[in-house]
């Protein structure tokens, strides 16, 4: 079993950067593919990004894509989501998942999840 916590979440302005962190417990995190969602109030959970359980296949949503970078450090039992241009549209809960067969895109896919952290970019 893997828990997963996220980190690093807050208040931004638009433009600026956030990098969001999330630490897994469990001996079997590098075998894991590992992906980023978001939720806005009164929308469905989002894929933003997710990562191969080596970290040498990354994927990305297109409303991210060229803005944001995941990656992970399997020694450090983390995986990371850096946030650059920020937007007030990117204001939502970010959550990390872990996909035992992944690397998932779609919500269905993945087997444990972390209690979000929350993004806010205010214009």
């Known amino acids: 079993q893997i828990q997963l916590v996220e980190s690093g979440g807050g208040l931004v302005q638009t433009g600026e950067s956030l990098r969001l962190s999330c630490a897994a417990s469990?001996?079997?995190?590098?075998?894991?593919?590992m992906g980023w969602f978001r939720q806005a109030p009164g929308k469905d959970r989002e894929f933003v990004a997710v990562?191969?359980?080596?970290?040498?296949?990354?994927y990305y949503g297109d409303s991210v894509k060229g803005r944001f970078t995941i990656s992970r450090d399997n020694a450090k039992n983390t995986v990371y989501l850096q946030m650059n241009s920020l937007k007030p549209e990117d204001t939502a809960v970010y959550y990390c998942?872990?996909?035992?067969?992944?690397?998932?895109?779609?919500?269905?896919?993945?087997?444990?999840w972390g209690q979000g952290t929350p993004v806010t970019v205010s214009s």
């Open positions: 998942g872990a996909d035992r067969e992944g690397p998932g895109k779609y919500r269905y896919q993945y087997d444990y």
């Open positions: 469990g001996r079997t995190f590098s075998t894991y593919g």
């Open positions: 990562i191969s359980w080596s970290g040498d296949y990354t």
